[in-house]
């Protein structure tokens, strides 16, 4: 009889989670490593963000995606290096985990290009740590101005400054502008949240630049319609705690700043040993295996493949899943003696929501705007949640949110002892040393 392989499987987003999937239901052994406990839907954290959902709306225990699979095996932890000659991975607490297959699906992270003292005041937006920040900045800066206008009698401007004119970053602004305009219009007395500025910076000639251009013009009327200005070739030059500057001499006033400009790969991709780029994407071969090592493949954000068009795959959670399928079934092809094959992205289009049903798609030569456009994106996005009480929660809250201008989560958390910061909520003037 056969030893069935050791498949160890490092992230637990789209990749991880369907790689895992689809070999335990063909009866293989898998570890599946994660530093979370949990599955977080990314595409949804912005709502998570903007108090529309709540992190377990969006967010799944790893262990209860696959309490019914017995041949999977759940580790909180973090991977410190690889041992590609001996096949082991090193975590942490100096452990050790070998393995016959490996997947590195670690995800991405924020790029600041080259500016990390920006993250201080200008948190991004890829886990539920970074979406609950931001809600508390964001619903803080309302409540201080309501204080400092209760007490002096002469309200101050409230700006939220995004950075980035990608699809997160279009939603944001977009969720922060229903937000001022509608759900707290009448919440405050001493101030009127629909004062509220919203701005778009967008580096590049125009936002949503992987969409249609047409496309991409009705998002911004869209977005100009509910209230947010937006910025095109602007790029932003210097963060600080009240302010962002725009090329050599505009600077616009900042209560908060939102970082959804730039990304970078998770640094396990480096540690790998093989080629990456200048973001840190490992340069994968056809099979999504890493030169020298066919065992090893690098999925999701990580890997940087280059599709026939010579643009690399998008880092987006349709392509992820595929990837994780594909080195699964790569794997069991093994197995049998068959040939691999090789990777083909099928794109499956983009969406981006603005708002309260307006919103951007494509697929497959289909383009969609407004309403139609944002049911589309409703109905695809619950059907890549992780469980059915998920969708129904998600379901529910939305219906009621439409209907009711409101928002259940607006919650806000580590609040310190001086409720008042020096200028951004919950931050100091200057990036710690």
């Not at 409540?143 to 279009?170: C, D, K, M, S, Y």
């Not at 969409?211 to 790029?235: H, M, Y």
Request: charged share 20%; proline share 7%; with cysteine.
């Amino acid at each position: 009889m056969q030893k069935l392989p050791r498949v160890l499987i490092l992230g637990a987003g789209f990749a991880g989670l369907y790689a895992t999937r689809l070999l335990a239901q063909a009866g293989y052994p898998v570890t599946l490593v994660d530093r979370r406990n949990h599955h977080t839907f990314q595409p949804l954290l912005y709502q998570v963000a903007t108090a529309a959902l709540s992190p377990g709306e969006i967010a799944y225990p790893i262990r209860h995606i696959f309490r019914q699979d017995a041949n999977v095996s759940v580790l909180l932890g973090r991977a410190t290096g690889f041992d590609l000659e001996r096949k082991c991975m090193k975590l942490d607490d100096e452990g050790e985990l070998p393995y016959d297959y490996l997947l590195v699906a670690s995800g991405a992270t924020h790029d600041y290009f080259g500016h990390s003292e920006w993250a201080h005041f200008a948190p991004g937006l890829k886990t539920v740590e970074d979406a609950l920040e931001i809600r508390r900045r964001m619903l803080l800066a309302f409540e201080i101005a309501e204080r400092h206008a209760h007490l002096t009698q002469r309200p101050e401007p409230i700006n939220f400054v995004v950075v980035g004119g990608g699809p997160t970053g279009v939603e944001l602004a977009g969720a922060l502008a229903e937000i001022a305009q509608q759900v707290l219009a009448t919440d405050f007395r001493a101030i009127d949240p629909r004062s509220t500025r919203v701005l778009l910076v967008e580096a590049g000639p125009r936002i949503l630049p992987a969409f249609d251009e047409a496309l991409s013009s009705s998002a911004v009327r869209q977005l100009q319609k509910i209230g947010v200005e937006v910025l095109t070739g602007s790029p932003v030059t210097s963060v600080t705690a009240t302010q962002v500057r725009i090329g050599e001499d505009k600077v616009v006033p900042a209560s908060v700043v939102i970082w959804a400009a730039g990304v970078a790969a998770s640094p396990m991709g480096k540690l790998l040993g093989a080629p990456t780029d200048r973001a840190g994407r490992v340069q994968v071969l056809p099979d999504l295996s890493i030169p020298g090592h066919p065992e090893v493949f690098v999925l999701g954000d990580l890997a940087n493949f280059m599709q026939p068009n010579g643009r690399p795959v998008p880092g987006v959670a349709p392509a992820a899943i595929q990837m994780g399928e594909f080195a699964a079934s790569a794997i069991m092809a093994d197995l049998k003696g068959q040939p691999r094959g090789e990777f083909h992205y099928r794109d499956k289009g983009s969406m981006a929501t603005i708002g309260r049903s307006s919103a951007v798609a494509q697929m497959k030569g289909l383009k969609l705007s407004g309403l139609p456009a944002w049911l589309a994106w409703l109905f695809v996005h619950l059907m890549f949640l992780i469980g059915f009480r998920s969708r129904v929660q998600v379901l529910w809250e939305w219906f009621w949110a439409y209907l009711r201008f409101q928002r259940g989560a607006r919650l806000i958390t580590g609040i310190s002892r001086s409720i008042v910061p020096p200028a951004v909520p919950g931050a100091p003037t200057s990036p710690p040393k």
